[in-house]
C-alpha cells in the first residue's frame, strides 16, 4: 500500500510518509492481560507532557500499568531550518541532539499454552481462571471470558474492529 501512495507523493506538497511500529500479537490469548494501545487524546496530552498529538498509550491491561516503563525516552534533534522551512542541517553540529532509549523489557510468568487451553475451556461462557504456581506465586494463567484477540486493536481496522467488540458483541469481551 505504501509503495502506491510513495509513487504519487510529489503531488501533494506537505505530505510524508512517517514510519511507526505496530504490536503484533504471535498467539491469539490473554488479550484481558496483555491489553492495548490507543492514540493520546486532548486530556492524556494535558496531563503528561511527555505525549504530544499521534502517540499511543496503553489503554488497558499490562500495557496501562507499565506504560512509564514501556514507552523509553524519546530521543531530539534540533535543525536549522530556511525561511523556506527547508532542512539546512543539524544546529550546532548536533550538540543539542540526544539518542531516544528504547523502553524496558517486561517479563511474565504466564503459560501461553495453559493460557489458550483455559481460554479454550472458557469459549462461550463468562467467567474467569487464575492459575497460580503455589511454591513461587507466579500467575501462570490469568484467563477473563469472554475475551478477544489482542490483534484486532492494532493497525488500521482497529477503529472498526473496537467498534464490534463494544456494540455488536452482546457477551462484551472488553469488559
Known amino acids: 500500500e505504501w ?14 510518509g512517517q514510519k511507526r511500529t ?8 490473554a488479550g484481558h492481560v496483555l491489553g492495548y ?14 505525549y504530544q498529538k499521534g502517540d499511543y498509550i496503553g489503554v488497558s491491561g499490562l500495557e496501562k500499568t507499565y506504560e512509564n516503563e514501556l514507552r523509553g525516552e524519546r530521543g531530539v534533534q534540533v535543525l536549522m ?5 527547508s532542512v539546512k542541517g543539524n544546529y550546532m553540529n548536533g550538540e543539542l541532539d540526544s539518542l531516544p532509549e528504547p523502553g524496558k523489557d517486561l517479563t511474565t510468568t504466564l503459560d501461553r499454552e495453559l493460557q489458550a487451553y483455559g481460554e479454550k475451556l472458557m469459549q462461550n461462557k463468562k467467567g474467569s481462571i487464575v492459575a497460580i504456581e503455589p ?3 507466579e500467575i ?16 488500521r481496522d482497529r ?4 467498534v464490534e467488540l463494544v456494540r455488536n458483541d452482546s457477551l462484551d469481551p472488553l469488559f
Open 140 to 155: 501462570l494463567s490469568l484467563i477473563s471470558a469472554p475475551t478477544y484477540d489482542p490483534n484486532l486493536l492494532v493497525g
Open 81 to 85: 531550518v530556511d525561511v523556506h522551512n
Open 22 to 29: 505496530l504490536r503484533r500479537y504471535p498467539k491469539k490469548v
Open 159 to 162: 477503529t472498526q474492529n473496537y
Open 135 to 137: 511454591k513461587t506465586g
Open 3 to 16: 509503495a502506491a501512495i510513495s509513487e504519487r507523493l510529489y503531488q501533494f506538497p506537505g505530505f510524508f
Open 37 to 50: 494501545i490507543g492514540e493520546v487524546n486532548q486530556n492524556q496530552i494535558d496531563e503528561d507532557s511527555y
